[in-house]
Nanobody, 112 residues
Framework: QVPVVESGGGLVQVGGSLRLSCTAS????????VAWYRQAPGKEREFVAQ???????AYADSVKGRFIISRDNAANTANLQMNNLKPEDTGVYYC??????WGQGTQVTVSS
């Protein structure tokens, strides 16, 4: 069983919205922070947003005011609501649960 699975990526026009979801096994999810990273072609993976078990959150400057990270511990799911998308948001988005668990990524493409 894959411990972390992302879904919700796709193709969207500039200014549009997408919601990514990340699901992990309960044993892993409830004890760890959840974070989203992304990797654009030819670039290094970069931090996007994080939500801790206690509710504290953080965002990269490039997505503040546009992205919202949430988590539902009862459903072992975290979501990343992405609004007002820009071409520079294009990339593979990865969910990270704690220090050890990564999903395989979901592609987000923002077209102009």
């Amino acid at each position: 069983q894959v411990p972390v699975v992302e879904s919700g990526g796709g193709l969207v026009q500039v200014g549009g919205s997408l919601r990514l979801s990340c699901t992990a096994s309960g044993r892993i999810f409830v004890r760890n922070y959840v974070a989203w990273y992304r990797q654009a072609p030819g670039k290094e993976r970069e931090f996007v947003a994080q939500r801790n078990t206690g509710g504290a959150f953080a965002y990269a400057d490039s997505v503040k005011g546009r992205f919202i990270i949430s988590r539902d511990n009862a459903a072992n799911t975290a979501n990343l609501q992405m609004n007002n998308l820009k071409p520079e948001d294009t990339g593979v988005y990865y969910c990270r649960v704690g220090d050890s668990y990564w999903g395989q990524g979901t592609q987000v493409t923002v077209s102009s």
